[in-house]
């Protein structure tokens, strides 16, 4: 069983930057592919970007330019460094691991993030 845990959420002004935090439980961290997601009030949850267990990253077309995705095996734990937030970024955001060998995904609870001035 895998535990994912967020961290970094906030209110900030638009404007702002902020950087979120999620360390996973276990071993297979390495492994997989790990990723951000986030749910806005109202909306279904989106793709923010992932990053593959070689280091390759996917991002949604509305954060590419602003939002960076990392990973550090040694630690178990990914990061999304977060510029230049708009309001439309408020939303919870949402970590994820995925073992596609067992068709298996696990995630996180979330952490709110609150972009108004």
């Known amino acids: 069983q895998v535990q994912l845990v967020e961290s970094g959420g906030g209110l900030v002004q638009p404007g702002g930057s902020l950087r979120l935090s999620c360390a996973a439980s276990?071993?297979?961290?390495?492994?997989?592919?790990v990723g951000w997601y986030r749910q806005a009030p109202g909306k279904e949850r989106e793709l923010v970007a992932t990053?593959?267990?070689?280091?390759?990253?996917n991002y949604a077309d509305s954060t590419k330019a602003r939002f960076t995705i990392s990973r550090d095996n040694t630690k178990s734990t990914m990061y999304l460094q977060m510029n230049n937030l708009k309001p439309e970024d408020t939303a919870v955001y949402y970590c994820?691991?995925?073992?596609?060998?067992?068709?298996?995904?696990?995630w996180g609870k979330g952490t709110l993030v609150t972009v108004s001035s």
């Open positions: 990053i593959d267990s070689g280091g390759n990253t």
């Open positions: 994820n691991l995925e073992v596609a060998a067992l068709s298996m995904v696990y």
């Open positions: 276990g071993s297979i961290f390495r492994f997989n592919t």
